[in-house]
């Protein structure tokens, strides 16, 4: 029966090739579709490991993580930097490592902060953030540059890099009078740490020393070398990361912060704010879900029409076969193994067609957008969703295969005219 069906298919091969790369479409963007939502998640999730706690002015949680973690959006006031040393000198508190945002060069974030940033920052498996060239910033004006920043603005080890005041890509408030000397880069990570240009505390304080309101302050110019020789402690920062001596403690810590009455503060645990972040964005996974889901549908559906359309065609096909014995029951089953090898075929070739869009496009996902996306074999959603997509076709199948079995012998031997 299986040689049959394959020869009857070979036979109608023009209507047979345009239903197998509909519901290959279908497959490739079903399961596309779950393989970047897998993705997209394990390369938020692990944009930050071994953080304990977030700590940063009193805002909602999932505020916090997207300006501290992923550089967006913007703070909405600063923590001072007695309070930081306060809590960061807890006898609870492991290390920490202050940030300070709101500068930005040619539209990547500028991040102060200090050598701690290189030596406990840990993103994936708790892995460490390693130098592709050069070595961590020591001096005042000195900057370490993302993977990408560094890719996509040409920059190596010893080229100078002007501060632009504000997040802007275009800015008209740049601090070029304190030029900043790039002396290490950073291996990819695919965080936003690929996306961001470091630089010392020390070097975001000196650059805004005769600055005031987002403006230089008329008359009072500070020249870079003078500039070194002034207290350069920071007054603020924006937030810092908190690792814990015990982590048992950490929800102790958490409570003392944000019932700290000298300043309104938060602190946020990172895993339950990533929660948090994907119930907001849920909905928009649910949507993407269901307009491939229709798509698979229309798929079906046409799969439906054309072997609806061959059916009539063939009625002369299915009475002959009657007529040399073979039983109706026979014809259901060919009818079913016809729909079940285009369902297969397309399914192959839906999978097929989706790895080679993954390989041609991963390189340009992990570079402009930070987002890897694995070659490995399905995961456990994306089978289910394969099975769904077959057993969808195998469901459609029957209603001709059905159509077919109804039939009496004499329905295709006589002439209709």
Known sequence: ??????????????????????????????????????ETRSSFASTLSGTDLIVGARAGTVQLLLYT???????????????????????????????????????????????????????????????????????????????EVARALGHRVGDELVVAHGIGRVSFAEHDDKPFRVVGVLAATGTPVDRTVHVPLAGIEAIHLDWQSGARVPGRAISAEDALQQDLTPRSITAFL???????????????????????????????????????????????????????????????????????????????LRSVGARPRTILGLM????????????????????????????????????????????????LALAGILAGALLVGLVPALLAYRRSLSDGLTVRI
């Open 69 to 147: 973690v992923f550089r967006l959006g913007e703070p909405t006031a600063n923590v001072s930097w007695e309070t930081y040393r306060r809590i960061a000198d807890s006898p609870m508190v492991a290390w920490t490592v202050p940030l300070s945002l709101g500068d930005s060069h040619r539209g990547y974030r500028v991040l102060g902060t200090t050598g701690d940033y290189f030596q406990h920052y840990r993103y994936g498996s708790r892995r460490q953030l390693e130098f592709s060239a050069g070595v961590p910033f020591d001096g005042v004006y000195e900057a370490v540059l993302g993977a």
């Open 242 to 320: 908190v690792g814990m001596e015990n982590r048992v403690q950490t929800f102790t810590l958490q409570r003392q912060v944000n019932e700290y009455r000298a300043e309104a503060l938060s602190a946020i645990l990172p895993g339950v704010a990533l929660q948090q972040l994907w119930s907001l964005t849920g909905v928009a996974e649910n949507a993407l879900r269901i307009v491939a889901a229709c798509v698979v549908v229309v798929g079906l559906l046409g799969m439906l029409t054309a072997l609806l359309t061959t059916l009539n065609e063939r009625r002369r096909e299915m009475a002959i």
């Open 336 to 383: 079913v193994l016809e729909a079940s090898a285009l369902a297969g075929a397309g399914l192959l070739l839906g999978l097929g067609l989706l790895y080679a869009i993954l390989a041609a496009l991963r390189e340009l996902a992990a570079t402009r957008f930070g987002l890897f996306l694995g070659m490995g074999p399905p995961s456990v959603p994306e089978l």
């Open 1 to 38: 029966m299986l040689r049959l069906a394959l020869k009857s298919l070979l036979n109608r091969r023009g209507t047979v090739l345009l239903t197998v790369f509909t519901i290959a479409i279908s497959t490739a963007l079903l399961v596309g579709v779950e393989r970047l939502r897998g």
